[in-house]
């Protein structure tokens, strides 16, 4: 009886789903609710909840030396404040982000660039969108440059598809990630 | 008699060619800023990215219009009045201003690479520790410019007022230009634009100032 469950409670443990990195494409950029970049929707009731603003797979091996987004969200999430990581100077106005560091941000997997905190007003479901700022430097993206190639704009490619998808929910549907798995992958599930 | 007048004739003619007398030739090594030369390796025009605290770009890594890296040491050939090089001419008083604009240099901020050497050339390849930003460099010679057109360099600095230090005041006339029209002295990446390469840069000079 006492083999029988320690056997369950390892069959259990191991099938119990990691946390895993929602994004795995190259220069992902997405919300996430943790700092793993496993999370991008939640519900909740009123409150205050953090939202991480976070660069995945960047190919820059370099590390981040300046990058610019728009974090847009609807009127029942009302912004409680902003920490950006790292030493760096916001030029732009939120929900504008056009920054540049005094010391380049190391290369990571997961980068979090910045910490968004809302209070969410009420339970309707509130949607999070990234799209290019304003003024983008490159047309219709959002970018970042690597300290060893100043010049260079490496697009931010978004986790859930394009400007119109949100990449994070609160108290709605769940967003998916930008790119649909091959029918190999999709039979690899029920092997 | 005439073996007395042969001896002293060869006598005052050695002296002569031994003694030069003063005003026939300048044999003192004094730098003559009218036949001194610097060149730079291409025609440019270059600019440089420079920063008080010297953690600028180097002139042997300037950029071209369009952000290409391009060498832009000058060399300097040191000659005196005769054409002769100047050997071991001291660095300290060998080195760059501007023509026009505000360049801003710290003390011994843009000196000469190195003594001059036994071709009388010495270069100015490092960084600059200096901010504001300038147009056309002259090379000056213990403070007298050498007399040839200013060569195709400008800077530019994150410490855009030129207080040698890049602070708060520079952020307020960066965002003025990154939002605005187009000023040199925000296009750090010199391409033309004011954008996320500039913010790079301007981010990576705040808080320098001279050593």
Known sequence: MRRSVILLAAVLLLAAPAAAQVDTHPDGIGLYFDEQASINCIDMGTGIVTVH?????????????????????????????????????????????AVGYVQPRPWATINVLADLTFFVSNTSPADLFLRPISQPSVPGQMVYVAPDDIGAKVPMIWSTGGPDVPVATINGGCAVPAEQDTWGGVKGLYR | MRRTITIMILATAWSLLSCPVAGLADPTGIPDVNLSTATVPSPGPFSVYTRPDGGGHPLAAAYLMGGQVADATITLHLVDANGDPIYLYPFED????????????????????????????????????????????MVLVSGLALAQPPLPISFNSPDITGDLVANLDDIVLFGMDWLGSYHYRSDFFY??????????????GLGAGCP
Request: hydrophobic content about 45%; proline content about 3%; glycine content about 12%.
């Open chain 1, 53 to 97: 603003l976070v660069l995945t797979n960047a190919t820059a091996a370099s590390g981040v030396a300046a990058w610019e987004c728009r974090v847009d969200y609807p009127a029942n999430l009302i912004s409680a404040g902003t920490s950006l990581a790292g030493s760096c100077i916001n030029l732009a106005s939120e929900p504008d982000f």
């Open chain 2, 94 to 137: 060998l080195w760059l201003e501007c023509d026009a604009g505000s360049l801003a240099v710290c003390a011994g901020g843009s000196t000469a690479d190195a003594y001059t050497d036994v071709n009388g050339d010495t270069t100015f390849s490092h960084p600059l520790y200096a901010g504001g930003q300038g147009q056309g460099v």
């Open chain 2, 191 to 204: 391409d033309g634009v004011i954008d996320i390469s500039d913010i790079a840069l301007f981010a990576q």
